[in-house]
């Protein structure tokens, strides 16, 4: 069965520090995409990035980075150089690329990331 | 206006009354889809719009009636709602949910809906 999991419900940083926010999925499908929103306060989800099954490459976009690993199901977030304006939810969701999927996109429970001044 | 848009953004109601929430997407999508996010819970997949046919319909309760006029457009018809609805309702729209479901989905700042 298909499911998301982030085991770290709150985290709380100082600003400037790095922080890693953890996320492993399991599914049964070959062909997978795996997806991180944001979610300020404001409450609109801002997608982040999209990355699929076969593409294990990291990728950094400016103070974010994404760390890609099939081999223990995982596609972990890190913030370098947290600022105030990065506090929010951020969820994990892995979506299978099957013949009858409509568009489904199974969500982890969030991380709750606070970065203090 | 771009991306998605959602009006109402709060909305308080009685468990008799009758509302509707309004969506609208601006970014040329054929797919669009409804999401209830609740205290402490993942967010849950309502519905699934698909050039204006529904394809995806999760379990819904009937007290929740979603309408998909054209593919710029959805609505959530609401009548006599529980407490237990009172939610985080977003939208979202993607290119497409059937020939492209794992297309990424763009979603609205969300209703806010209290039930009392």
């Known amino acids: 069965a298909q499911k998301v999991t982030q085991a770290q419900t709150e985290i709380s940083v100082v600003e400037k520090e790095d922080v890693t926010l953890d996320c492993v999925y399991e599914?049964?499908?070959?062909?997978?995409?795996l997806f991180w929103y944001k979610q300020p306060p404001s409450g609109e989800l801002v997608f982040l990035i999209r990355?699929?099954?076969?593409?294990?490459q990291n990728e950094i976009s400016g103070r974010y980075s994404w760390n890609f690993q099939k081999s223990t199901s995982s596609f972990n977030f890190t913030i370098t150089a947290s600022q105030v304006v990065d506090s929010a939810v951020y969820f994990c969701?892995?979506?299978?690329?099957?013949?009858?999927?409509?568009?489904?996109?199974?969500f982890g429970q969030g991380t709750t990331l606070q970065v203090k001044p | 206006e771009t991306g998605v848009t959602q009006t109402p953004r709060h909305l308080v109601m009685g468990m008799t009354n009758k509302k509707s929430l309004k969506c609208e997407q601006h970014l040329g999508h054929n797919a669009m889809y409804w999401y209830k996010q609740s205290a402490k819970k993942p967010l849950e997949l309502m519905f699934v719009y698909s050039l204006e046919e529904r394809v995806e319909n999760n379990s819904v309760p009937s007290r929740f009636s979603p309408e998909c006029p054209n593919s710029s457009h959805l609505f959530l018809h609401l009548h006599t709602l529980q407490p237990e609805d009172s939610a985080l309702y977003l939208c979202?729209?993607?290119?497409?949910?059937?020939?492209?479901?794992?297309?990424?989905?763009?979603f609205g700042p969300g209703t806010r809906l209290t039930v009392l």
């Open positions: 969701a892995l979506s299978e690329h099957y013949s009858s999927n409509t568009g489904k996109l199974i």
């Open positions: 979202a729209s993607s290119q497409d949910a059937v020939t492209r479901s794992t297309d990424t989905q763009y």
């Open positions: 990355r699929n099954s076969f593409d294990e």
């Open positions: 599914t049964r499908d070959t062909t997978y995409y």
